[in-house]
């Protein structure tokens, strides 16, 4: 299947190397220890350079989310439900939200401050994407 695939670069390889292990991995400060998404080469509170990564829970809750029903996704089914996740951690995180039957979410299935988990979608070899459930 063809599906849009993430630009995966040298900031970004530890987190997709963590969902092929079915890990959320989060940017670290080394210096200053703070959490970080997306990825990018400094810290954006002090500058530093030296990073790490820490798993993240998994867990978090519904902030946003957008029903897409147009323009076409390849390799997808539309509609699906965009959420932006508040990880438990406080950082923010689009995702797709699975299990949800689109026409249920008019009926109120999705709403504002759901917990969710993340789970993993193995595309590929080279591909796990984060994917989120009801919790
Ligand atoms: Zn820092």
Redesign the pocket.
Known sequence: MSLTRPMISRDSQFFWDGTALGELRLQS??????LRFPPGPA??????L?RGHVVASGRGTVFSYVVHRHPPVPGKELPIVLVLVELDEGLRMLGELVDVDADDIEAGAVEIGMPVQVDFNRVDDDLTLPIWRRA
């Open positions: 400060c080394n210096a200053c220890d703070s810290c954006p509170d002090c500058g530093a030296d």
